[in-house]
């Protein structure tokens, strides 16, 4: 099982170590063979390659099971010929990563860590399925100096993909999908509520509703577990996403993951690069870790998935926690406990 | 002064009522001259003449000096030959209400009613100034069985002068403006921070960030404190501002503003019609009475504004508060409540 490894920017390096010697540890000890390249990619690669998404990054990532990133970009890449930022949307691109999912849960006993009041927030525990290839990233744009204009569109073929991904992650949850959309004003909306009311036949077991986006973002904060998996277009899902994402308590604590058509897919904290605190071991690698265990998930490994998920629970609520939550253990000391607790 | 009333739907009569009774009391009192009439308008208005925006209610609203909008929309007219919300659209396409000013604060002492903790929201005080007529709202739609589409463009004077509105409302703040974009991604963003850069040359006094929409919606609950005005597109508008919306702790508390071209500007509280509580007396109408505040303000009656918003605080403060705030005032006994505090 190849896993590209892409440490990317800032803490991304340190934050990815961590995570890879956890994968490294359940490799060894349950004979998984997992094997590791690392490539350039972001900020790094434009220093070396003047790009951020070079040919041998890419290829290698093509032939990957799973590709763990750490993070990209920080201001020493503000008047770059290139931005870091669009590595991570050419990779999306090249690779056809068309559903993102955002999962975030709040730990047991970690309730306090998060912004949001313990009683409204107890047992939350919501996946958003964000569309991540079409909508107003990859629509023709037109600028001058009187008039901008994004287009925002999207094919029947591209709702129905992401949307069977959403069910099907509903189905091995709690049964309940909320589409989140804006069918009052988008016509775009009203084309996803057509096609997500036909596939919804196919999966009977699932309770559908339909939320619009500015309601959606008022419930996140007072009414969190009314949702179980929200599906949404690529901008409202950038947005609700990161709502959703410091609710736990720390953005240090969330994974990602971003499948597509081809087998590789892409597994990543949802946290920046962090510039201020990079090399300084103090990063918070709880993320990449739960993105490893989606990783492990995806190449089949579910076993070890939620071995290494327990025991990353098991640490956060046993109080070990990195500076972001208020504690004491740095980025290697927290890795550390992780893969102590895993037998 | 003459004031047109669209009391609307759901609870939207009984709460325009209050904030009618409010204005009348200072107009009484001291000779403020304010005439009142009442119009159809939203899902009543369809019922009525088959459309929600008929020729004579817009005609009264365009010889206004202020509308007070009550709510419309419910699910008696889900299958209406016309939507209620398309009143509100038409209002402001034909006003030119280009304009949407949301404020939100949190009143001292009333922090534990918010959802989020009190140590992070105590004192926290942001307008958000809402682009209200461009953008995907009212750009060119497309929509087939294969393929939908949403235009998305903004002109240079479209954001020329919404800028100036938000730049103004700085200056008599807290002199300090955030752009909310997504300038990584969106062309149209691109020329919004081009623009409002040059428009902000002649306000040196406004101190100005631009933040990506997605950092926004995480850092309005996570550290509130750090917006004063905040300026963004339509769209970016309507989700950021009603996620704002619930940290004072109910939407039945909030006031909004739509300013234009035209001399007359609307004024409606930001809550639904919520027509499973219409007719009861216990809507919460400390949300129209506040948007009356904004109307004296907008009339040029700054003083009686100021007056209208120390007795709606002083009501609050002292713990009169209606079922949506966990107390047990009728939505009469809270306006009359409100008009003894006046003097
Ligand atoms: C960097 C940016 C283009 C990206 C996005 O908006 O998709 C980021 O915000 C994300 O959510 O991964
Ligand atoms: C009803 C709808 C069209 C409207 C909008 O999105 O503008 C509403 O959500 C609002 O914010 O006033």
Not at 137 to 145: L, R, S
Request: with cysteine; glycine share 10%; charged share 25%.
């Amino acid at each position: 099982t190849r896993i590209v490894l892409l440490p990317g920017d800032g803490i991304g390096p340190e934050v990815t170590e961590q995570a890879r010697l956890c994968l490294a540890y359940l490799s060894e000890r349950r004979e998984l063979n997992l094997s590791f390249e690392t490539h350039d990619f972001g900020g790094a690669a434009i220093d070396r390659h003047g790009e951020p998404l070079p040919e041998a990054t890419l290829a290698a990532c093509r032939a990957a099971d799973g590709i763990l990133l750490g993070a990209v970009g920080g201001p020493d890449w503000d008047d770059a010929p290139a931005r870091p930022e669009a590595g991570l949307l050419g990779l999306r691109a090249a690779l056809g990563l068309f559903a993102n999912l955002r999962p975030a849960r709040v730990i047991a006993g970690l309730e306090h860590l998060s912004p949001i009041r313990g009683d409204l927030v107890r047992g939350a525990d919501i996946l958003i399925v964000r569309e991540l290839t079409g909508g107003a990233y990859f629509g023709t744009k037109t600028i001058d100096a009187e008039r901008a204009s994004d287009e925002f569109a999207y094919t029947r073929e591209e709702i129905e993909r992401v949307a069977h991904v959403a069910f099907a992650a509903a189905r091995r949850r709690a049964n309940r999908l909320t589409l989140v959309d804006k069918a009052n004003v988008l016509a775009t909306s009203r084309l996803w509520r057509q096609v997500v009311g036909e596939i919804a036949l196919g999966y009977p077991e699932v309770a559908v509703e339909y939320v619009y986006v500015d309601a959606a973002a008022m419930a996140l904060i007072t009414n969190p577990r009314r949702f179980d998996v929200i599906l949404t277009e690529n901008m409202f899902g950038d947005i609700l996403s990161d709502e959703l994402a410091v609710i736990p308590g720390s953005i240090g604590l969330l994974a990602s993951a971003s499948t597509g058509t081809e087998r590789a897919a892409l597994f990543e904290p949802i946290h920046g690069s962090a510039p201020e605190i990079a090399g300084m071991d103090v990063a918070n690698p709880a993320g990449a870790i739960a993105s490893a265990a989606m990783l492990l998930d995806h190449v089949g490994q579910s076993e070890m998935a939620f071995l290494l998920r327990g025991a990353l629970d098991d640490v956060l609520s046993s109080g070990t926690l990195t500076a972001d939550l208020g504690g004491g253990a740095s980025c290697s000391e927290f890795g550390e406990a992780v893969r102590t607790r895993i037998d």
